[in-house]
């Protein structure tokens, strides 16, 4: 699957990194894991760095579900901008 994250407790930071083909099934598969990490404290803020991503296949709505479940209060996103 082309999604990990690290959480890092001291600096309460969820880091997520997606890398080439990534689908809607492996986003939600990807937050579904987050979620039912030991570690996981959705007060905690995140990072995703989608820079190495360079296709995503997901529908309008598909992106608008993954969105819509807030984990975390705060999210930072970083993107390629070719």
């Known amino acids: 699957m082309p999604c990990r994250y690290v959480i890092d407790i001291e600096r ?3 880091l997520s990194t ?3 083909r990534v689908t809607f ?3 939600k598969a990807h937050q579904d894991k987050l979620a039912s990490d030991p570690d996981f404290n959705p007060e905690f803020d ?3 760095d989608a820079t190495t991503v360079s296709l995503l296949e997901a ?3 598909q992106l608008k579900t993954i969105i819509s479940r807030r984990f975390f209060p705060h999210v930072a996103a970083c993107f390629r901008s070719d």
């Open 25 to 27: 099934a492996e986003m």
């Open 46 to 48: 995140q990072f995703v």
């Open 12 to 14: 309460r930071l969820v």
């Open 59 to 61: 529908s309008p709505d």
């Open 18 to 20: 997606g890398w080439d």
